[in-house]
């Protein structure tokens, strides 16, 4: 499976604070210390447009920014509901660990009985751990928590997640 996207969605200018042209940005990174360790952003998912940062401060689950050419509050309402983007090769992620974008339409085969249960379609991320949503052939839905348990191997060349699913994940 090919890299499908180098640029990703990093987080999204949600609004404003004060009258110097403060953006408040939601992150899509597991923490906004994540967010913030990432040096290079972008307006644009092809890497041009680059956005100069000044400053960020994370305050609650949001980060604070200050842009460069960005000083007054009407510029910074202009940017409300721009997303800021990454390249990939930018974000330090550990081993094992992989984008969710990298997941999304990935097949999901079980380990011992090789029986493909559909492809993921989105996934959930509630906190304790992520859940894949997966879609078969016709069209059925079934949710898979992301644990070492279940989860056995993520073959991201292959496109392949190989899992042992408890009974009753997928109706069996």
């Not at 899509?28 to 100069?52: N, P, Q, R, V």
């Amino acid at each position: 499976m090919e890299d499908s996207k180098k640029y990703l969605r990093a987080g999204q200018i949600v609004g404003t604070r004060g009258i110097s042209g403060e953006v408040k940005v939601k992150h899509f990174c597991d923490t906004a210390k994540a967010f913030c360790s990432i040096k290079k952003f972008y307006f644009s998912s092809d890497g041009h447009d680059i956005l100069k940062i000044n400053n960020q401060t994370i305050f609650k689950n949001l980060i604070l920014m200050r842009l460069d050419g960005i000083n007054t509050l009407d510029r910074a309402k202009e940017l409300v509901g721009k997303y800021i983007y990454s390249c990939k090769c930018d974000i330090l992620i550990p081993e094992g660990r992989y984008f969710i974008e990298d997941i999304l339409g990935m097949d999901v085969i079980d380990i011992d009985s090789n029986i493909n249960y559909g492809k993921i379609f989105n996934v959930i991320q509630n906190g304790a751990h992520d859940v894949y949503c997966i879609r078969n052939t016709e069209h059925k839905e079934h949710f898979l928590p992301a644990v070492d348990e279940m989860v056995n191997k993520i073959d991201i060349n292959k496109g392949v997640v190989f899992v042992k699913p408890i009974k009753g994940i997928f109706n069996d």
